[in-house]
């Protein structure tokens, strides 16, 4: 089975994250034909909240659409913020634009948290969002790992354990050639997790098995 749980550290998900996630596969690795359908419900669990939110715009609460939804706190909060009387067509029509550019979207794992627990409760979730936003609580976080020295941590530190588990925990220390190199964590670590290239360059080096050799590899 994929080793997912280095995704429980990560805050935004693209739609293609979301889909190979709730299937239990490595988002960099599923193919189109195998998340297609999860995608379909996504989009349509969006629409209906985008389209909920033009009706409510129009102030014409009868149209509302039921069932599950895909919020955006990003969305709801950027009307919370700037909505008024006179700018309500401009924000309908700006709405549709998020809709249409669905692929690009992001979603914080509250969010998917959210609808997931609005879904049929048959739906067979592989990566439990709702699980991941518990695990990833500020009342939690302490539990999840307890370090050697205690129960001081930090982002960075979880960070580390991250990349412990998906590139060194499964590395056999007879075969030196095999390890991880640090150019593929430093890339995992600058476009999964946003980190600046310095504390991923730490990183990746912090955690380089002492027996693997800098330079090319034969």
């Known amino acids: 089975m994929t080793d997912l749980s280095h995704w429980k550290f990560k805050k935004e998900f693209t739609?293609?994250?979301?889909?190979?996630l709730i299937l239990g596969l490595e988002p960099s690795e599923?193919?189109?034909?195998?998340?297609?359908?999860?995608?379909?419900?996504?989009?349509e669990d969006f629409s209906r909240f985008i389209k909920?939110?033009?009706?409510?715009?129009?102030?014409?609460?009868?149209?509302?659409?039921?069932?599950?939804?895909?919020?955006?706190?990003?969305?709801k909060r950027t009307l919370e913020e700037n909505l008024t009387n006179e700018n309500k067509s401009y924000y309908c029509?700006?709405?549709?634009?998020?809709?249409?550019?669905?692929?690009?979207?992001?979603?914080?794992?509250?969010?998917?948290?959210?609808?997931?627990?609005s879904v049929e409760s048959h739906l067979h979730f592989k990566h439990s969002f709702i699980e991941s936003t518990k695990s990833c609580g500020p009342e939690e976080e302490h539990k999840?790992?307890?370090?050697?020295?205690?129960?001081?941590?930090?982002?960075?530190?979880?960070?580390?354990e991250a990349v412990v588990r998906k590139?060194?925990?499964?590395?056999?220390?007879s075969k030196p050639n095999k390890a991880p190199m640090n150019k593929e964590i430093i890339h995992?670590?600058?476009?999964?997790?946003?980190?600046?290239?310095?504390?991923?360059?730490?990183?990746?080096?912090?955690?380089?098995a002492e027996e693997v050799k800098t330079g090319p590899r034969k």
């Open 93 to 117: 029509e700006w709405l549709d634009k998020e809709l249409k550019d669905f692929e690009v979207q992001t979603f914080s794992s509250s969010d998917v948290a959210q609808w997931e627990s």
């Open 30 to 43: 599923a193919k189109v034909e195998q998340i297609y359908p999860v995608i379909h419900r996504l989009k």
């Open 144 to 160: 999840r790992t307890k370090w050697p020295w205690g129960e001081y941590e930090t982002k960075n530190l979880l960070m580390l």
């Open 188 to 208: 995992w670590l600058e476009t999964e997790h946003g980190m600046s290239n310095n504390i991923a360059s730490a990183v990746a080096t912090i955690l380089k």
């Open 52 to 75: 909920n939110l033009q009706t409510k715009l129009a102030a014409s609460d009868d149209d509302i659409e039921y069932g599950s939804e895909l919020q955006s706190s990003r969305i």
């Open 167 to 173: 590139f060194w925990a499964s590395y056999d220390r």
């Open 15 to 20: 739609p293609r994250e979301i889909a190979s």
